[in-house]
C-alpha cells in the first residue's frame, strides 16, 4: 500500500492506493460506518460488504438528482444515523456526488470517504471536494465543496467495471494530458485500453499520475478562481451535448475536447498537426470524435450552452490549447462562439 496525503485549505486527505477493501475497517468502525453505492456494486459485491450497513440507490447519471438525496436521508434516519455516523461512497462518480452531497448536508454534515471504482471517479470525481446533484438539464447545478476524510483506492473493483465505463473513464485521462501533461499523453499513444486493462501495474501508475495532476490543480486553485478552469477543457460544449444528445459524459467530453481543439486552432495558433494527435488519441481509446446523430442539433445546444453557469456577462469562458500539455482561459465571446459552433458541430 502507498499512502499519501493531499493537502487543501479545510482538510488534508489521506489517499490510500494499492490498498484492499478490507483494509477499510481498520480506517473506520462498522458499526459506525454506512456504505452508500448503487445496486449494480451491491449485487456484484454482497460478499464484501456483508456486515457493513448498505444503502444501494439506483444506477445512472438519471438518478443523481435531488429526489435520490432525499431518498438516502430518509434511509439513514431509518437507521438512525447521527452526527457520528461515517458515510462512506463506494462506486463511480454518481456515487461519490450523491455520498458526498448527502454527508454535507445531512445533520450539517457528516464525515465521509470514497472507495471509487470506477476509472472516471478514480481520476477526476472522487478528488477535489466536489459533490451534488443535477437539476433537471443542468448538470451539477447543486452541490458543495467539502472534502472526503479518505479514498481508498482497490484496483481489483476495476475487473467488473464495464467496457464503456472504461472507455469513458479514459476520456478525463486524455483531458488532464491535454491540459497538463504532453509525457503523459505520449504515454497514451505508445499504450492502449487493453494494454492498461490487461497490466495492473500500468493502471495503477496511471490511476496515480491522474490523481496527482487533479489534486495539484484543485490545490492550486480550490474555488476556481483560475487554474481549476482548466479542467473544464471539453466540457462547456460537452454538457451541453451530453444533454441533448443523451451521450456518456466521456463521449460528450471527447466530442467537447474536438471542438475545443478546433477552436483552439481558430482563435489560439494551436497547431493543426496536434488538434490531429488529439482526435486520433480519442479514437484510439474508443471515444467518439463526431455526432453520432446525422441530424444536427446545434440550435438546442446553443440553448443549453447560453444557460450554462460558466457564462460571464456576453462572453463564456472556453479552455482553448496552446500547445499538447498547455492550456489556457480565454473568453470568447457569445457571437464568435456562435461562427464557431456552427463550423465545428
Ligand atoms: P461514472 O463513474 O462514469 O461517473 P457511475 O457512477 O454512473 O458513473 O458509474 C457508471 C456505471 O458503472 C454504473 O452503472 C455503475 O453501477 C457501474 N460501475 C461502477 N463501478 C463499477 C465496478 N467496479 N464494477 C461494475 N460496475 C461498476
Ligand atoms: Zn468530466
Redesign the pocket.
Known amino acids: 500500500m502507498d499512502k499519501q496525503h493531499y493537502k487543501f485549505s479545510t482538510k488534508t486527505v489521506d489517499c490510500y492506493f494499492d490498498a484492499v477493501f478490507s483494509f477499510l475497517e481498520k480506517l473506520v468502525s462498522k458499526e459506525k460506518a454506512v456504505i452508500i453505492t ?4 451491491a449485487s ?1 459485491y454482497a460478499e464484501k460488504f456483508t456486515g457493513w450497513k448498505v444503502i444501494a440507490i439506483k ?3 438519471k438518478n443523481k438528482q435531488q429526489s435520490t438525496v432525499d431518498h438516502v436521508i430518509n434511509q439513514l434516519i431509518k437507521i438512525q444515523a447521527d452526527r457520528e455516523t461515517f458515510i462512506i461512497g463506494i ?6 456526488d450523491i455520498a458526498g452531497y448527502t454527508a454535507s448536508v445531512y445533520m450539517r454534515g457528516v464525515k465521509f470517504a470514497f472507495v471509487p ?5 478514480m481520476v477526476d ?1 472522487a478528488i477535489g471536494g466536489k459533490n451534488g446533484v443535477d437539476v433537471g438539464m443542468y448538470k451539477n447545478l447543486v452541490g458543495v465543496i467539502r472534502h472526503s476524510e479518505f479514498l481508498l483506492y482497490d484496483y481489483s ?6 467496457q464503456e ?1 472504461w472507455i ?2 479514459f476520456a478525463e485521462i486524455i483531458k488532464h494530458a491535454c491540459i497538463k501533461d504532453e509525457k503523459l499523453f505520449e504515454r497514451l499513444e505508445n499504450n492502449s485500453l487493453e494494454n492498461f486493462r490487461e497490466s495492473p501495474e500500468k493502471i495503477a501508475d496511471l490511476i496515480k499520475r491522474n490523481v496527482e495532476i487533479k489534486y495539484k490543480v484543485v490545490s492550486n486553485d480550490e474555488f476556481e478562481a483560475g487554474e481549476r478552469k482548466l479542467l473544464n477543457f471539453g466540457h462547456t460544449l460537452g454538457h451541453a451535448i451530453e444533454n441533448i444528445y443523451q451521450l ?3 463521449n460528450a467530453v471527447s466530442i467537447g475536447m474536438v471542438a475545443a481543439c478546433k477552436i483552439s486552432e481558430e482563435m489560439n495558433d494551436f497547431p493543426t498537426v496536434d488538434s490531429e494527435r488529439v482526435i486520433d488519441l480519442l479514437k484510439k481509446y474508443n471515444l467518439p470524435v463526431t455526432l453520432p446523430f446525422g441530424e444536427s442539433r446545434r440550435g438546442a445546444v446553443w440553448e443549453v450552452l447560453l444557460m450554462d453557469k460558466k457564462k460571464s456577462g456576453d462572453a463564456i469562458n472556453f479552455i482553448l490549447l496552446n500547445k499538447i500539455g498547455d492550456a489556457i482561459v480565454k473568453p470568447v465571446s457569445l457571437h464568435q462562439l456562435k461562427d464557431l459552433i456552427n463550423q465545428v458541430l
Open positions: 448503487d445496486d449494480n456494486i456484484i444506477p445512472g447519471e462506486g463511480g462518480g454518481v456515487i461519490t471504482t470506477s476509472i472516471l471517479a470525481a473493483f476495476l475487473k467488473t467495471l464495464p465505463e469513458n473513464g456518456p459524459h466521456g
